[in-house]
């Protein structure tokens, strides 16, 4: 499959050993690509688009799929905003404002928390899903990206591009 303006950002929803959605963000697309993956076969689907997108200053960056909410969190890079897609009805149901740049999104084990990475912002926000709240600003270092939790969950590692690997308890 040939995707044009991809970044990022991508996930799927796992429906047995053999088949998933896999979501992928499309930078200035201003849409999640959405691909069905079956019997070793990856087809398109129809993506989600993100209404009322500009593409002169928005550019989709990380996501993540909270499975059981039916829900896939999506971050806008160039306007510092989260979405909140419904994925039954494939529409946004909430927006709200981020750090600067967010650049990745990461789901604690319990899906009642995400982790989002400023990239412009030195920080990491933590996000109360349910609530749809940042509740906290975590220190990290310059141009924080990737995330990963320990295997415990109370540990979360972020990979900063211009500095060393930092941490935060969680």
Known sequence: VLLRQTYCGLDL???????????????????????????????EQQPLEVPKFDPATGYLSGLAVVPARNLLLV???????????????????????????????????????????NWGGQSVSRLDIEKAALDATLPAGDHP???????????????????EIGRAHV
């Open 75 to 117: 971050l806008n890079s160039g306007q510092d905003t989260l979405l909140y897609f419904d994925l039954k009805s494939g529409s946004v149901t909430r927006s709200l404002k981020t750090g600067y740049r967010p650049y990745q999104i990461i789901v604690d084990a319990a899906g009642a928390k995400a982790y989002i990475s």
């Open 13 to 43: 929803v796992s429906e047995g050993p053999a088949a998933a959605t896999v979501f992928l963000s499309g930078g200035r697309a201003g849409k999640v690509y959405r691909l069905r993956y079956e019997q070793g076969k990856l087809t």
């Open 145 to 163: 990206t990737d995330m990963v939790f320990s295997a415990d969950g109370r540990t979360l590692f972020v990979a900063n591009s211009n500095s």
